[in-house]
């Protein structure tokens, strides 16, 4: 497959692996098969939390025995103190929901810059515990709230309370104490806007704020449900034992509200997946594999076959999803042991050997394993994940309309084949809704809906344009063509980006009958880092985020750096 | 008077423009020109909210005649929104030779973030002239306002300004900014225009739920 390199450099490595195409990779199928890797956003956290060792802190714990009351946890970095401000409510079983239509939950947070004084702290009382109702303000950079998993929350506090500690095979069933419902960021009801904060190194990446935020809302969880043990019981109740503790994560559960985020943000998207696909092909590049390197990833799939057992779900096309991961995992391993890295360029034909025999699942899963052993090559394409969607919004108006007509061709080559005269090619509208002011899908058929769509298929809307563009002339340039044609102005601009930016544009059918919504969620929280996606509905997903990292009196480089699988237990 | 982050107002007013007619290409520039305007200490919101309200808007919305270089409304005058993204978009085609002049626009300050854009696309200094009042942007980003700019301008003309030397204009703001009472109620009521009527099927449909989280 690879004997006629003839460009190796002196290491007699591949430079000019190509990317995989944006036709190939940018289709939702497989962007609902993504997982983790070295450069999701929870990883780059945790290593750099370790390698500048940030301390971590609790002040404040004014919480009463019935779990109402507040917490303050700091965190200080070389340059800055961040505060997570919890509050700690007793939720009413009946009030429990995870939609957006909740008005309580069972805690509510904000991530504060800097340390709160008593000010701060009632401010935040007036307004944190009411979420989207109340303002927060430009001291506050995340707004997030979170609910219990009832059933294993109330049985750790009581094994707790009873002075034992819960049984693992218990807590891996659910994964996390609680999950969270929503964190908000980026200039949400007032918070501070992203652009005030990006150019501060530790927040400059991608989501790094928000990540910050929920792993320290997973030390929060812990310390309730040893508080309410404790409360419960203060002669039995014992502590909650750090290495059970690691197992649990922070579950979290999302609807269509961050569907629309990856269409809105091409730039982002575009920069996410080309750092994963350099990723993947600096290491395809490789013409040889080491012993060392393959001992990390014969270890690290042994562990993700651990992980894939432990990924529960009742979705039925997921669960099929997911038991064909277990196989590939098992083929992945035997294929291995037979000595499938023996030969040149082993990565690239290990990748070749995936993309032809295994799931869309499992070929992902097998590429994420694939940067497992080469931090060394890869982590600091962590630093190209972020995107200046500002700089990329002015449409080029000198552009002839031959050139449009081009690239549209180049590359929206999977809309000329779709028929958007029938109406199962848009029978689903993306709109806003008066209620919560949160995206939703609906049918087009639906009258009440119809008038209200917002701009997320861009397939037909460029569609749209193409056939507009027929009766222009080559010449005419798209100032032109704009200023007669105002409302073919957003797909103008998005196919211009796409042509800079090749993996901006789903290449797929986002308004279709056969449109999966949790496809893209699954991409978005892959690059979050997220594990074990159990989706209950086509458009409703739930997570684990941080299941298996180390708390920060373990968190060391070292540890940074390997708990995303789960350890192999001794013999 | 409220604070609202910047990407709140991006997003408000995006949407009252959406729901005042604009297209969402144009509503997304309307929202990109308020955030340029607000961080650099310009009223854009209520100027926004002004000319959506116009009774003359309406109008503006049928694209504009661009014969010999004179831009003038296929309605009855220009909306700076409209009028303001072509000036962005033909920023590369402005040259030595001539000039563009824009006729009947309504709140014109708004033009001043494309004007900006512009310069910096074209990469001379360019000049936004209302005989009344002018604006200067460079390709830097800098800019300077010189008089008054009016709520409409019967004629504006944009060209290329070579004789200007080096000069610096206002710096950016990155914090939240105060909005008056009257202009954000008059943008969320457009803005609300953008948002469907909830039903139950759709409540329960859309969002993908109905199902319990007591587990």
């Known amino acids: 497959m690879r004997e006629l390199h003839t460009h190796s450099d002196v290491n007699g490595n591949d430079p000019g692996t190509a990317l995989r195409s944006p036709e190939t990779v940018m289709r939702l199928a497989r962007m609902g098969s993504m997982h983790q890797s070295r450069l999701s956003f929870m990883r780059v956290l945790l290593r750099r939390l370790a390698s500048e060792n940030w301390k971590f802190s609790r002040p404040v714990w004014n919480i009463d025995s019935t779990g109402e009351g507040h917490a303050v946890y700091a965190v200080m970095g070389p340059a800055r103190t961040y505060s997570l401000v919890a509050f700690a409510h007793d939720l009413p079983d009946e009030m429990r929901s995870d939609r957006v239509i909740a008005t309580a939950w069972d805690a509510t947070f904000a991530l504060f810059d800097g340390t709160p004084d008593e000010g701060d702290i009632a401010r935040l009382a007036l307004n944190v515990p009411r979420q989207e109702a109340g303002r927060v303000s430009g001291r506050e950079l995340v707004l997030a709230r979170a609910n219990r998993s009832v059933r294993l929350f109330d049985y750790v506090r009581r094994c707790l309370g009873e002075g034992i500690q819960p049984d693992a095979r218990e807590l891996d069933s659910v994964g996390y104490l609680m999950r969270t419902t929503a964190v908000y960021g980026s200039g949400k009801f007032g918070a501070a806007d992203r652009e005030s904060i990006c150019e501060r190194p530790e927040l400059a990446g991608p989501f790094q704020v928000e990540m910050l935020a929920v792993y320290l809302i997973r030390l929060f969880t812990f310390d309730i449900v040893e508080h309410l043990a404790q409360c419960d019981s203060p002669s039995t109740a014992v502590k909650f034992a750090t290495t059970l503790r690691e197992t649990l994560g922070v579950g979290n559960s999302t609807g269509l509200g961050m569907a629309p985020f990856l269409i809105n943000h091409p730039v982002l998207i575009n920069n996410w997946i080309t750092a994963r696909e350099t990723a993947i092909a600096r290491v395809r590049s490789l013409r040889q594999a080491y012993a060392t390197e393959i001992a990390i990833f014969g270890d690290r799939l042994r562990r993700a076959r651990l992980s894939a057992d432990l990924w529960h779900t009742d979705h039925p096309a997921k669960s099929i999803a997911v038991d064909t991961l277990r196989t590939d995992l098992a083929r992945l391993e035997q294929h291995v042991a037979a000595g499938a890295l023996a030969s040149t360029f082993p990565w690239d034909v290990l990748a070749v050997w995936a993309g032809e025999e295994l799931s869309l699942e499992g070929q992902e899963a097998a590429l994420s394993l694939i940067l497992e052993p080469y931090g060394a090559l890869i982590d600091s394409l962590a630093e190209t994940m972020k995107a200046d969607e500002q700089a990329q919004f002015p449409i080029n108006g000198a552009m002839r309309l031959r050139e449009l007509k081009q690239l549209i061709r180049e590359n929206y080559n999977f809309a000329a084949s779709i028929d958007f005269s029938q109406p199962a090619s848009q029978s689903r509208i993306w709109y806003t809704s008066q209620e919560k002011l949160e995206p939703r899908l609906g049918e087009r058929s639906e009258p009440v809906i119809a008038g209200y769509e917002q701009p997320l298929g861009t397939a037909r809307d460029v569609m749209a344009l193409l056939q507009c563009l027929a009766t222009w002339p080559d010449e005419d340039t798209v100032a032109k063509l704009l200023m007669a044609e105002p409302g073919h102005r957003h797909a103008v601009r998005r196919a211009q980006i796409v042509q800079r930016f090749p993996y901006a544009e789903i290449r797929d059918n986002t308004v279709g009958d056969g449109l999966f919504p949790i496809d893209l969620l699954r991409c978005k929280l892959s690059f979050f880092g997220a594990t074990h996606f159990d989706p209950k509905t086509d458009r409703w997903v739930r997570i684990a985020m941080y299941r298996g990292a180390p708390t920060p009196e373990n968190l060391t480089p070292l540890t940074a750096e390997d708990w995303v699988y789960p350890r192999l237990s001794a013999g | ?215």
């Open chain 2, 1 to 215: 008077m409220a604070v609202l982050s910047l990407n709140e107002l991006e997003a408000l007013c995006r949407k009252a423009a959406r729901g005042a007619g604009l297209s969402w290409g144009l509503a997304e520039e309307a929202g990109k020109a308020v955030r340029w305007l607000t961080t650099h200490q310009l009223q854009g919101a209520p100027a926004l909210a002004r000319m959506l309200q116009s009774a003359d808007f309406a109008s503006s919305l049928g694209g504009i005649d661009s014969a010999g270089g004179r831009w003038i409304s296929n309605g009855k005058c220009l909306n700076s929104i409209s009028a303001g993204a072509s000036i962005s978009d033909h920023a590369r085609l402005i040259t030595d030779s001539g000039e563009i002049t824009l006729h009947d626009v309504l709140e014109p300050l708004l033009l001043v973030p494309f004007l900006s854009r512009a310069a910096a696309l074209n990469g001379h200094d360019l000049l936004l002239d209302f005989e009344i009042a002018s604006v200067l942007a460079s390709p830097a980003e800098s800019f300077v306002i010189d008089g008054e700019i009016p709520q409409t301008a019967a004629r504006a003309a944009v060209r290329i300004c070579q004789e200007t030397g080096a000069w610096q204009g206002p710096t950016t703001v990155l914090e939240a900014q105060e909005i008056d009472a009257t202009t954000l109620e008059q943008l969320e009521a457009l803005a609300f225009l953008t948002y469907a009527p909830s039903t139950e099927s759709s409540r329960l449909a859309g969002a993908g739920a109905g199902l319990s989280d007591n587990d």
